[in-house]
């Protein structure tokens, strides 16, 4: 009897290891051909910046779209489809040697699960290193501007209080920290030590652990600066790329004698296409008016009181590019990204004519 139940643990035990070896064997191959599909997309994309009129030292793949909106569809995925990452945030650098992803700590295990690490290096973007980089860089613009308000930042003359007693306010007992209180944020910023420490004793619903390094990851302009050599050209989509992003990068690279420039031709897509796998089309969903009850007033309200404002500015014209304002403006619907009411379209409003940019096929309908 003894003797059965033993047989019968043993063929057990063999079965499950047989079954892992084979899951093993499954997970090398995908490996495998996943870092083979990797490294063939990172070599297509480098021989086309190479290509280029002006041959591209580095290529920046934002996670964005024409609209700069935070969701984007599947045909704005780019950065996804270029390095695998599937984060919802993030900005890929290749190089002719080198691939990067700058994301912040919301993403840093995902990206390590997801991304070829032979082909693509994680940089761990954090904004505020330091507690006083934090005060300086989020909270000292609010100062200067204080008398300029006309009393309406007297709530905020108190804003930051960096404390000393720690302990006392966050329960966080370790011997080193410095915690930052604001009128809506809680925060410590302590080092290594004690980031398990922290995890255990704040109250995590309303402090923030700030993970202090020695050293901080270069920032994306820091790195091409500092990376590459003197005379090299940077291309971007303009496309996915706002005027307050280029303005700083330009100013970095010219510095450096390098140049930043408009690729008005997506790479990225340009690849995908090359490769058999071209983006995914545009959605072009069915377009739904929201009736007065939901929106509290009309559309030609709404464009009327835009309308006084340019005046007000002396503006001509007036562009909406982002798809939450221009449906909230012609109280309109669409499911063009998911979970997002927004449709495709841009939005141009001047003192006589209100003109809609949307797809062909959406305009028949």
């Known amino acids: 009897m003894r003797a059965d139940a033993l047989r019968a643990g043993l063929s057990e035990r063999s079965t499950l290891l047989i079954f892992f070896a084979i899951l093993k064997s499954i997970c090398i191959f995908y490996l495998s051909v996943f870092r083979k599909m990797s490294v063939q997309r990172l070599s297509a994309l480098r021989a086309l910046m190479a290509s ?9 793949i934002p996670t964005a779209d024409a609209h700069n909106s935070e969701y984007i569809a599947p ?8 390095s695998a ?14 691939a990067l992803v700058w994301t912040d700590g919301r993403y840093y295990t995902q990206f390590q699960r997801e991304a070829d690490l032979t082909a693509w290096t994680l940089m761990k973007q954090c904004c505020f290193s330091t507690s006083d980089k934090y005060v300086l860089l989020e909270i000292g ?54 980031y398990t420490q922290f995890q255990r004793e704040a109250d995590l619903v309303a402090w923030t652990l700030m993970k202090q390094s020695q050293t901080e990851t270069p920032t994306l302009e820091k790195w091409l600066t500092t990376n590459l050599m003197e005379g090299a050209v940077v291309g971007v989509d303009p496309h996915t790329f706002t005027r307050d992003e280029w303005n700083p990068l330009q100013t970095a690279l010219t510095k450096h004698n390098m140049q930043l420039i408009p690729v008005s031709l997506n790479l990225v897509d340009e690849v995908r296409r090359q490769l058999g796998d071209p983006p995914p089309k545009r959605p072009n969903n ?45 109280n309109l619907r669409g499911s063009d990204i998911q979970y997002n009411p927004v449709f495709f379209s841009y939005l141009i ?6 003109k809609v940019f949307i797809d062909l096929y959406i305009a028949k309908q």
């Open 52 to 60: 280029q009129p002006q041959p591209l030292a580095a290529y920046i």
């Open 85 to 98: 990452f599937t984060g919802s945030a993030g900005t890929a650098v290749v190089t002719t040697s080198t």
């Open 75 to 82: 045909v704005d995925a780019r950065r996804e489809w270029i």
């Open 349 to 354: 409003i001047t003192p006589t004519e209100v």
């Open 141 to 194: 613009a609010t100062y200067p501007s204080y008398k300029k308000s006309d009393g309406e930042l007297r709530y905020f003359r108190q804003l930051v209080h960096i404390l000393h007693y720690t302990w006392w306010v966050s329960c966080f007992t370790g011997s080193a920290g410095t915690a930052v209180v604001t009128a809506s944020t809680a925060l410590v910023w302590t080092d290594g030590r004690y």
């Open 286 to 330: 069915a377009i739904i008016p929201l009736p007065l009850e939901y929106t509290g007033k009309t559309a030609g309200e709404k464009i009327q009181e835009l309308r006084e404002k340019m005046a007000q500015k002396k503006a001509s014209a007036l562009v909406i590019t982002a798809l939450d304002e221009v449906a909230y403006t012609l």
